[in-house]
């Protein structure tokens, strides 16, 4: 189906483990980003991408690894899990050249550290 | 100061009632707007973008005022389905990033 999915929807995971979200766009938009959200913050910016190989910091990078090897996935990894991690995490996409828009965005994974 | 400031609310508004929300961004170098709505639970959604000059969609009007840095959306005759949190976006010039403010929550009582 045509859109923007992540996974998983859910996640429980114990304190220290790796974790890694998936993020895959089927638009080929140049722009993906990765934003959690935690109640009394809003949306924070961890990780974006311009396009393939080319990745940047957001406002709370600390803690997560991102890649972009093909255009389509921005998977974002938890390198060692901690509980301030629990929060619901949403990737986006855009396309600048298609008019001013804004994002589209996943569903969401909710993740629960333990 | 934060770069969005919405008012949280909640604002509780009765079925039919005209309600509006404002929002303050403290970058004057933005250049483009946003209301998104966001439902418990689910991820947030383009409501519509916002111009210079004012810009309606049904029920829905924004307004920008670059001089006082605000934003406002009003919504007319307000339904049982507009109930959710309402978010402010902006977007600097020669930027792709959004920055979003904290949300404004929205119940409509029947």
Known sequence: DAGITQSPRYKITET????????????????MF?????????LRLIYYSAAADITDKG??????VVS???TENFPLT?????????????????????????YTFGSGTRLTVV | R??????????????????AFNCTYSNSASQ??????????????????????GNE??????QLNRASQYISLLIRDSKLSDSATYLCVVRMLGNEKLTFGTGTRLTIIP
């Not at chain 1, 220290?16 to 722009?31: A, D, F, I, K, P």
């Not at chain 1, 938890?78 to 001013?100: I, K, M, N, W």
């Not at chain 2, 969609?57 to 924004?62: I, L, M, S, V, Y």
């Open chain 1, 68 to 70: 972009r090897s093909k």
């Open chain 2, 57 to 62: 969609d049904g029920r829905f009007t924004a």
């Open chain 2, 2 to 19: 934060k770069e969005v400031e919405q008012d949280p609310g909640p604002f509780n508004v009765p079925e039919g009632a005209t309600v």
């Open chain 1, 78 to 102: 938890l390198e060692s899990a901690t509980r301030s991690q629990t929060s619901v995490y949403f990737c986006a996409s855009s396309d600048p050249t298609g008019g001013d828009y804004g």
């Open chain 2, 32 to 53: 483009s707007f946003f209301w998104y709505r966001q439902d418990c639970r689910k991820e947030p959604k383009l409501l519509m973008s916002v111009y210079s000059s």
């Open chain 1, 16 to 31: 220290g483990r790796q974790v890694t979200l998936m993020c895959h766009q089927t638009w080929s938009h140049s722009y």
């Open chain 1, 59 to 64: 406002e709370v990078p600390d803690g997560y």
């Open chain 1, 34 to 42: 990765w934003y959690r959200q935690d109640l009394g913050h809003g």
